[in-house]
């Protein structure tokens, strides 16, 4: 089951900020939140990732709660190429010692012109 | 770099019919990963290699499926005999870790475009 809760869908107005919420109240120490999107039928691509700090990249800023349950993906200014599917991902430890992504089902953002 | 590298980018067949799937990672990645996506299940992990060895295959849905990494450069997801559930997109991706295990490993994985299944 994914540990992420995000909501289904949102929208935003192109050259605005888009912030999107992950809740991962039941993450663990050391399992970082990553985010990816996925543009129409492409596989998803990477954005960025964090464990405890705020993170910011030339695509996007990652903002961790500092309890870790929740963080916020922004993208500072939308465009219309930034209609997608995003995901919020808690990667995992499994008890194997192995890692691996769970995906829930994502927000599906709309970059309306 | 092409990045990762899929194919067939589409396969059509009948239930009962072997099919197979190709990836190819990028030069360098030393984890595989198999995924599939359907609408009522959305993106699922099947099975991870590393370093050609298969890791965790608790995701491959039944004894049909089976996945090989015979090199560095190539990997099969293989089902026989295929059924109408199968239909999905399967996507490969790699990756390659930098950090020591537990520790806060870094990764990002590069997914390729995947191949679209239909059973009939």
């Known amino acids: 089951d994914a540990k992420t809760t995000q909501p289904p869908s949102m929208d935003c107005a192109e050259g605005r900020a888009a912030n999107l919420p992950c809740n991962h109240s039941?993450?663990?120490?050391?399992?970082?939140v990553y985010w990816y999107r996925q543009i129409h039928s492409q596989g998803p691509q990477y954005i960025i990732h964090?464990?405890?700090n705020n993170e910011t990249n030339e695509m996007a800023s990652l903002i961790i709660t500092e309890d870790r349950k929740s963080s916020t993906l922004i993208l500072p200014h939308a465009t219309l190429r930034d209609t997608a599917v995003y995901y919020c991902?808690?990667?995992?430890?499994?008890?194997?010692?192995?890692?691996?992504?769970?995906f829930g089902t994502g927000t599906r953002l709309k970059v309306l012109a | 770099d092409a990045g990762v590298i899929q194919s067939p980018r589409h396969e059509v067949t009948e239930m009962g019919q072997e099919v197979t799937l190709r990836c190819k990672p990028i030069?360098?990645?030393?984890?595989l990963f198999w995924y599939r996506q359907t609408m009522m299940r959305g993106l699922e992990l099947l099975i991870y290699?590393?370093?050609?060895?298969?890791?965790?295959d608790s995701g491959m849905p039944e004894d049909r499926f089976s996945a090989k990494m015979p090199n560095a450069s190539f990997s099969t997801l293989k089902i026989q005999p295929s059924e109408p559930r199968d239909s999905a997109v399967y996507f490969c991706?790699?990756?390659?870790?930098?950090?020591?295990?537990?520790?806060?490993?870094?990764?990002?994985?590069?997914f390729g475009p995947g191949t679209r299944l239909l059973v009939l």
């Open positions: 991706a790699s990756s390659f870790r930098v950090g020591a295990p537990r520790a806060g490993t870094q990764e990002t994985q590069y």
């Open positions: 039941t993450i663990s120490g050391n399992e970082y």
């Open positions: 964090g464990l405890k």
């Open positions: 991902i808690v990667r995992v430890v499994t008890t194997s010692g192995t890692y691996k992504y769970i």
């Open positions: 030069s360098g990645h030393d984890y």
């Open positions: 290699f590393n370093n050609n060895v298969p890791i965790d």
